[in-house]
Structure formats: structure tokens, C-alpha cells
């Protein structure tokens, strides 16, 4: 490698002279709270406009009022075109062993190397200021800051997308996007445009499978998956490369929350994601990803009946077997969301030696769309140099000028070859980056290649590998999100399009948007299921769960205590909740604080409830009515309800029926039906507790959505 540090470059943000390092020394020491200007001027007043007289007009020479009024009008950057509403958090990432024999990217090789990563988690189609909880598709972008330079992930929580070719991205985002002439509906796939775009292009048939199920209304980023979607390829240090397909697995499991829950939380909480992930960090609960990848070997690049490019499809599991390879903490919050979250750039293109690309039409498309919106997005060509983009490695090259640079680059020369400052910086032939030697042939064409044609296959398998509450949720979606769709024969193509995928549930999507039900029941003929794909197979756990507590004046103490100490010891949290925030006496004269009212809770906002003892307690909570909508929500939502004693009282006054509850002849025996464990005796409530927590890692009990007649998905 030719070096010659005497004459290297400085523009480089790590490698600064003495001059600036002083510079630094005296900023730290002028840290005193006094106001300036930006030219780091003292100022006296910064409330009142410079005026002629107390009375009078304000005068031009206000230096100070027009350098702060012109930074707050230009306080905005545009927003990313998708993407736009997201949450950034940092962390780290540490592979489990060397991968040598799979690729050369050194932040793979040493599992002793914690390499830093910033996370950003977004919706897609929302607005910068919409809702978290709406129905999309949730970005999982990681930039890793590895020691040959950053290295961007950027994922989605789904495994598949929308259409082949890059090419359809703006039409697509058109078609999803608030409608032009009236810039409505906000966030959201339910309405002409986007199910125009469907039936139009019903490659979108699997990934809309996707969009309609619970994985497009997640509980928590910390509870979802993430999916590199596009076939990458990993190269070892021989040159030898593998087709990859890059997945995150959440240690909480893959968890969603009910559409009714979903809508709810939309006014209950519009920040409901972004919150849970915020407190999740704050209170040293990290949520750890596992980074897993599927390996194709060059040679069974044909061996699949569906084309290994092809976006719209994904690898089973149960076919290609997802190597988990290391894992990733997120421990540490940003201090500030612009600085961070909003100028992050990332860019699929972002690799290392050791990864590379593959010909999927997608991706190809891909590397040009993120470097170019984010050069308008972030004004100019240096947004690498904003401190969240920056490497930790020096960064060496002849690029110079434009808007914003930051660097001070010296010296005459800044072109290569050249031979003033010793070729330097010059290119690395044994380390640097090399393309993989793929042999690429062809004659050029606008066609596609005929292994992408099968649009329907795998959206049946992913249909097969649901559950039925979970088929029951994608019907309902479909019901909402076509139900809205003004134009019949558009809502009539959904129908006969889905009828490709599965007959039964072309006849239901029917049967809710009044259109007919498909002549003949069809489907693609497949069989499979790929069960690796369904939710009620994932990681169950109770840790972090929330879970809140209603109490009035008379409760029982012991309840309330007993319970949230083992609760606490196994990682959960409660709020205590009651008519009005403040101090609640209990039945023996103790005291204990609601720290939340139902004026600012609701029961969306909580993975379960419990209602403790105590006459008084329940007597008031039966008059209210917010108390008994906690219960049904909590109900209806399919979440774990426990009540001690009196209690119990409180649920057989809300709307639950058929269930089994505890009664006097029961004392102090735990009995649980479909989530709502209960119990008369509460002496000893450790195994009362200890059930409500088992219950709690189940997420949901399904089967009671049928129960009353109601379904919530
Ligand atoms: Fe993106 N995508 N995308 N995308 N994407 C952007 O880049 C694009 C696709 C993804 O938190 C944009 O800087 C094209 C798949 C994430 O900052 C833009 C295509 C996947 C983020 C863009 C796709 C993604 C983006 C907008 C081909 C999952 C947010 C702002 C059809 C693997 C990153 C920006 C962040 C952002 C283009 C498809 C993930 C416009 C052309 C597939 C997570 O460049």
C-alpha cells in the first residue's frame, strides 16, 4: 500500500493539525451558559427587538434579530420521499465467530470487536408528523461504522416487496401516497389509487399479503423482524462468493398488536413506537437483534422453483436455513433527532470488501435512487461529512468543495494520479474494495426475464403458513383497506386478483366490500407452507411487557405489592391507574401513588391488566366507565387480564362472557380461561402471579376473539 503520511491530505475530520485541536481546547473551555450570536458574540437581550423608542418601529441594524430569525426560517430540510417518520438509536454489533471461509468484511471476523451501529426504524408512507401505529411497512435501516469504512443495512420488516424492477418505485410510491388533487388519506394503502396500482401490477400480489397481515402493525421495533429483502452476495478473501439474503431476528420474537388497538393507539398515543423504544433504552432494557443470513452456494443459483433474484419472493427457511451469525444491542438513545435521525443517510450501496451485490433489478435500482435524494435532501454532496454519516475511519480522497464542506483541505494538489505529494492517497490494489468477477452476458432489453413471471405461488405459501386468527386478521384488513376503495370494479379486481392466490379467501375479501364472490374458487396450486413465516411461532416472552394496574380508595394493599414485586422481579412493568392521578389510601390506611389517570391511559396502551381486591376499590371502579372500557378493550384485544378477589367483581360487571372466573367454591385455586386468570383467596398470590406472567409471554390469546361474537383483528 503506497503511503506517505508527511504528505497526506487533511481532509480528514479525525486527523486534525495542532491549529484545530487548539481550536477545540478553547471551545471546551469557553463552555460558559452566556447567550451569543453565531459569531460568538455575547448578547444582552434576546426578548426584545432593537426599536426606535419603546413604542417605535424596529430598526434594519438588529443584527441580532435577523441572524436569529433567519437560522428558525430555515430550520427545516425536506423530508425523505418514503421513509419519512422514523427513530434512530445506537448500539453495537458483535459476530458470534469468525465468518473467514464466508466473507472478507472485517467487522465479521473478531468476535471480541464491538463495532458501533446507529439504527433508524421508520414507517414508509406516513408523513414526517403521522402516526406511528398505521398500517405500513416498517424500515430497519443499520449503518455500521466498521473499520473499512461504514456499512449500511437497510432492511424492511418484511421479507418481500412490491414489484421486480426499480424502475416502478416512483408509480408505486405515487399510487400509496396521499392522493395529489386533495393530499388525502395520510399514511395509509386504503384508498383507489394504491389497490389501482394492484390489480395493475399483480406482482405486488405476495408483498400486499404481507401489508395486510399483523406484520404491518407491529407491537414494537424492539418485537420485529428485519429483512435485507434484496439477494446480496458474500465474497471470502479467495475471491469465492455466495449468494446471501440478510435477516434480523428480535430476542423479544416477532409481536403485533390488533387493528382496533392499532387505530386506537393512533389518538391514545400517535407516538406509541418511538416512545416504547425511547423508554425501553432509557431504563437499560436494550432490545438485541440477531443478525442471521441465508447462504446460496454460485453453483444452485437455478436449483429453486422460484428465480433467487427476484424481489417479490423470499427463501423458506425451512429450504435455505438462516445462519445466525452475531447480535446487535441498542443501548444508547440519540441526543438530539435532528443531528441524528434526520440527517442519517443511508444507502444499500454502503458496503465493504467482503459484500457485494447480486443482479436482482431491484437493487440495481436501488444504488442510484439513495445517494441522489439524499444530495437534495441534505443540500449538497458533503453529507457524508455530518458528524451521524461520518466513518470512524479516516476518510482519504481528492473530492473538494461544494456546500457545506467541513473539512479544510489543504495543499495544491487534488487530483490522482499525481506526483507533487507522492501519489497520494492511492488506491489499495490487495486491500481495496473488488467487484466480484461475476461473467456478465447479454444483449440489452427492457424485458424481463420469464423466471420472475409466477406472481402467485408464494403468496399462496405465505397464505398456507398462517394460522387462522392470523387469516382472520388479513380478511378484516382486507375489508378495511379495500372497503375503502370508491371504485367497484377496482374492488371487484382485488377479488378475481386474490382468487389466483387462494378461492376461500378471494370469497371472504368479497363477502365484506360488497362485490361478487369469484365464479369458480381458484389459487396457484401450491401447497406448501413455510411455518418459520407465521407469528404464533416466534420467540415468546414476558420481559418488558407493561401491564396496568386499576385501583380506587379500599384496595388491598398486598395485592397491589405482592404481585408488582415478583412482576418487577421478572421484568416486567406496572402502572397503577385510577380516576385521578395522585395518592390512593388502601383498605388498611396505606398509601400508594396513581401515577396515571384515565384521562392520559387507556388500555391500548398496556400488553395486560389486573385488578387487585379490595370492596371499596371495585364498588367505585364498577361506576366507571372508564374502568369497564379498560376491561373490554383488554378483552376484546385478546390480552391477559388477572383479578384478585373482589376484583373479579369488575369483570363480570364489563362485558366479559363465557369465560371461566374464579368464584367462592374456587378459593384459593388459579383459574385460567383463555388469558384471564383470577383467583378469590389473596393471601398468597406468588402462584396467581406467576401464571398472569406465562400468560403475558403468550402476547395474545386468539381463541377469545371468536369467544364473544367479537373479532378485533
Ligand atoms: Fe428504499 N428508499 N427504496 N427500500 N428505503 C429510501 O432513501 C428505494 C426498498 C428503505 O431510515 C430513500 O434516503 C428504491 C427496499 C429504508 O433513512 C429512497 C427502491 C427496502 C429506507 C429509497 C427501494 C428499502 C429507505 C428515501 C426500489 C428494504 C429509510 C430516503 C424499489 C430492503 C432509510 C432515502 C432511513 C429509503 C429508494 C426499495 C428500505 C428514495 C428506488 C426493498 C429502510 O432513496
Known sequence: MAKNRQNEPANQPNQQNKKSKQLDQYRKDHKDSTLTTNQGMPVSNTADSLKAGERGPTLMEDFHFREKMMHFDNERIPERVVHARGFGVHGYFQVYEPLTELTSAKFLQDPSVKTPVFVRFSTVVGQKGSDDTVRDVRGFATKFYTDDGNYDLVANNMPVFFFHDAMKFPDFVHSIKPEPHNEMPQATAAHDTLWDFVVNNTESAHMMLWLMSDRAIPRSFRMMEGFGVNTFRFVNAEGKGRFVKFHWKPLLGAHSLVWDEAEKLRGADPDFLRRDLWEAINQGEYPEFELGVQILEEED????????????????????????????????????????????????????????????????????????????RLGGPNFAEIPINRPIVPVKNNQREGFHRMSIDKGAVSYSANSMRGNSPAPDPENGYKHHAEKVEGRKTRKRSDSFNDHYRQATLFWNSMSQPEKQHIIKAFHFEVGKVKDKTIRQRVVDMFNHVDGQLAAQIATGVGVNPPESPGGSGETAASPAVSQENTVKAATTRKLAILIENGFNMDDVVQVTTQLGSAGLHADIISKNQGMITSADGQQIEANKSYAISSSVMYDALYIPGGKQSTDQLMKHFDAKSFVNDAFVHAKTIGAAGSGIDLLMAADIRQIMLADTNTTNQVVTDLGVVTIHDTNELTAFTQEMIDNIAQHRHWARENKDGKMSG
Not at 443531528?339 to 443482479?359: L, Y
Not at 442510484?368 to 439524499?374: A, G, H, N, V, W
Open 301 to 376: 443459483e437455478f436449483a429453486f422453483d422460484f428465480d433467487i433474484l427476484d424481489p417479490t419472493k423470499f427463501w423458506p427457511e425451512e429450504q435455505v436455513p438462516v445462519k445466525i451469525i452475531g447480535k446487535m444491542t441498542l443501548d444508547q438513545n440519540q441526543d438530539n433527532f435532528f443531528a441524528e435521525t434526520e440527517q442519517a443517510a443511508f444507502h444499500p450501496g454502503h458496503v465493504v470488501p467482503g459484500i457485494d451485490f447480486s443482479n436482482d433489478p431491484m437493487l440495481q435500482g436501488r444504488l442510484f435512487s439513495y445517494l441522489d435524494t439524499q444530495l437534495l
